[in-house]
C-alpha cells in the first residue's frame, strides 16, 4: 500500500458526519428477522465496481442479504488507506460487525492510519479501499457462513470492462465510482442486460442521463439509485399535506445545504505527484481529460473538480431533489440562473445561490426553487419556534427545506424529515420519530425489481428529470451571472453556447461509449 502522509487520528467534530457513518452499522430488519436457506438460483449475482467508502458500505449492506452473492470486486486502485470516513475506523468496524463473533480483531492492518485536515473546517479519519480489501471482506464474510470456515469464490479485476467480459456469473453490478464514471458503467453493463444499482448523482451530464434513462427503458433491466427520499414516509407525509392545502399553492422552495465538507474555489495543482503504488491513474481518469497525477484529485475531493463530480449541488441535491420532484410532480425547469462566491474554471465555488424556474402544472402554479451551499441560507421566515430557528444557523446543523405557499409555509429537515407547518395547526402534526433498524427502500426496491417486480421509485427513468435539474443548477454555478434557459424538448440551452457544450461532453478516446 502507498505511504500516506497522516496526522494523529482525532474523533470527526461534526456529529452529521459521525452519524451518517453509524448509520451503516445498524443490522438491516431482513437480517433481524433471521436468514432463511435462499437457493443459488433465487440469488442474485452481483460485482461491487468502485470500492471507496460508499462502494464499501453498500457492499456490507449487499453482503447482509440472503437473496444477493457478491461475485466480484473491481476496482482500478489495488488498495490505499487514505479513504475518507465519517468517524475513526468506521469502515473497518463495520467490517467487523458484519462478520461478527470471532472476528472483532478481523483486518488489523486495515485500521486507521490517522486522520487528514481536508479543509479549514473539515477534519476527516482515513480507512481502508480498493479492490483488494474488498476482495478480503467479501470471502471473510461468506467463509464465517461456510461450515467448512473458508471462501475463495470473489472475483477481482481493475477494469470494468474486464469484468464484464470474463465474470460470466453475472447479474447485476453496483457502481461506486466518482460520478464521471457513472454513465459508461451503467451503459455498458445495461448494453449487457445486466441490472444496475448506482450511487448518486445518476450521471455528470445532462445527455447521459437522457441515454442511461433511455438505454434502461429498451433494455428493461432493473436500475436504481441509492437515494431513499422518494419513498420516505416524510415524502408521502409533505405530499399529504400540500396536496390537501396545508399551505396553499405551493410557489417558492428554499433548499440548502452545509457541504461542501471538501476542496472547491481552488486551481489546478500545478506539481506533478508519483502516482501511487496500484493504482492506474489513466484508467481512474477514463473518460475526463487527461493530467498528471495530483492528490489534490483523489480519493473523495473530486467532488469539487468540474471533471470528475458535480460539486456540493450535485452530491446533496440528487437526495432533496428527488423528494421535492416527488412531492410536487415537477417537470425539469425553463431556466436557472445562479450567484456565487469567486469563479474558478475546474472547480465549483466554495459558495452559491441557484435559482431554478419550474414551469406550472395541473397540481399547481409555477415554483421557483432556490438552492443555497456554502454555508448561504435563505431569509427565515417570521414566527419561527426556537427549536426550528437552528436549521438557519451555520455549522453541523444547518441544513433544511421550506416550502413557501400562499397562506403558509412547511419547514423540514434537508432531506424533508421531521416536516411543521406554519401557522401551526392540529391537523398537520407529524408522528413521533420511529426508530428502528436501518432501511434502504431504494435497495429494497430494486432487488425486487430484480427479481421481476415493480420499478424503483428511484430507477434511471424516474429520476432522469431529476438529474436534469440539479445538473442545470451545478452548470450554472458555472456561469454566474447569467440565465441559462433551457429547451427540454430539443435538449439544448439556447441562451449559452458555451454553456450548451456543457450538455453533451466530449469523452477521452479510448473510454468513449
Known amino acids: 500500500m502507498p505511504d500516506i502522509p497522516v496526522k494523529d487520528s482525532t474523533p470527526l467534530s461534526r456529529r452529521a458526519f459521525a452519524a451518517a457513518g453509524a448509520a451503516f452499522l445498524i443490522v438491516p430488519r431482513y437480517v433481524l428477522g433471521g436468514q432463511g436457506h435462499v437457493a443459488p438460483s433465487d440469488k442474485i449475482t452481483m460485482a461491487s465496481i468502485g470500492l471507496g467508502r460508499q462502494g464499501q458500505a453498500i457492499t456490507m449492506e449487499l453482503l447482509a442479504r440472503p437473496d444477493v452473492q457478491i461475485v466480484a470486486v473491481c476496482d482500478c486502485n489495488r488498495a490505499a488507506m487514505n479513504y475518507v470516513e465519517y468517524s475513526p475506523n468506521a469502515l473497518l468496524t463495520s467490517a467487523r460487525e458484519l462478520l461478527g463473533d470471532g472476528y472483532q480483531n478481523w483486518g488489523q492492518d486495515l485500521a486507521s492510519p490517522g486522520s487528514a485536515q481536508l479543509t479549514h473546517e473539515f477534519k476527516t479519519s482515513l480507512g481502508m479501499g480498493g479492490r483488494e480489501p474488498a476482495k478480503r471482506l467479501v470471502e471473510a464474510y461468506y467463509g464465517s457462513r461456510n461450515p467448512a470456515g473458508s471462501y475463495k469464490g470473489c472475483g477481482i479485476f481493475a477494469d470494468y470492462r474486464e469484468l464484464l467480459a470474463n465474470q460470466k456469473d453475472l447479474d447485476a453490478v453496483y457502481i461506486a465510482t466518482p460520478d464521471h464514471w457513472h454513465a459508461p458503467i451503467s451503459i455498458a453493463a445495461m448494453n449487457q442486460h445486466k441490472h444496475v444499482l448506482c450511487q448518486k448523482p445518476m450521471t455528470h451530464s445532462i445527455s447521459e442521463a437522457r441515454r442511461v434513462a433511455q438505454l434502461a427503458r429498451e433494455t428493461k433491466v432493473a436500475t436504481s439509485i441509492t437515494v431513499n427520499n422518494p419513498s420516505t414516509p416524510s415524502t408521502q407525509l409533505i405530499s399529504e399535506w ?272
Not at 439556447?494 to 457544450?501: G, P
Open 242 to 513: 400540500l396536496s390537501g392545502g396545508a399551505i396553499g399553492p405551493v410557489r417558492e422552495v428554499h433548499n440548502w445545504s452545509s457541504r461542501p465538507f471538501w476542496p472547491q474555489g481552488v486551481e489546478r495543482p500545478v506539481e506533478v505527484q508519483a502516482v501511487p503504488d496500484g493504482l492506474n491513474w489513466d484508467l481512474w481518469l477514463g473518460p475526463a481529460p487527461e493530467r498528471p497525477f495530483n492528490n489534490a484529485y483523489l480519493p473523495f475531493v473530486w467532488r469539487g473538480w468540474v471533471d470528475f463530480g458535480c460539486g456540493s449541488f450535485g452530491d446533496m441535491g440528487c437526495y432533496s431533489f428527488a423528494g421535492i420532484f416527488k412531492i410536487l410532480g415537477l417537470t425539469p425547469p425553463t431556466s436557472v440562473e445562479a450567484s456565487s462566491s469567486e469563479s474558478y474554471a475546474e472547480t465549483f465555488p466554495k459558495a452559491s445561490i441557484v435559482h431554478l424556474n419550474f414551469p406550472a402544472r395541473s397540481s399547481g402554479p409555477p415554483v421557483q426553487m432556490s438552492w443555497y451551499d456554502g454555508g448561504l441560507r435563505p431569509p427565515r421566515p417570521a414566527g419561527l419556534s426556537p427549536k426550528d430557528q437552528s436549521l438557519f444557523k451555520g455549522g453541523e446543523d444547518g441544513e433544511g427545506i421550506l416550502y413557501v405557499g400562499d397562506k403558509g409555509f412547511l419547514l423540514a429537515d434537508f432531506n424533508g424529515g421531521n416536516p411543521r407547518v406554519y401557522p401551526a395547526s392540529d391537523k398537520y402534526k407529524a408522528p413521533p420519530r420511529q426508530h428502528g433498524p436501518h432501511s434502504d427502500e431504494a435497495i429494497d426496491q430494486w432487488v425486487a425489481a430484480c427479481k421481476g417486480g415493480p420499478p424503483s421509485l428511484a430507477s434511471f427513468e424516474t429520476q432522469c428529470p431529476v438529474t436534469e435539474a440539479f445538473l442545470l443548477g451545478c452548470m450554472a454555478q458555472r456561469f454566474p451571472g447569467e440565465l441559462l434557459e433551457w429547451d427540454e424538448s430539443n435538449m439544448r440551452i439556447t441562451s449559452s453556447e458555451k454553456a450548451n457544450a456543457l450538455v453533451t461532453p466530449t469523452y477521452r478516446s479510448p473510454y468513449a461509449v
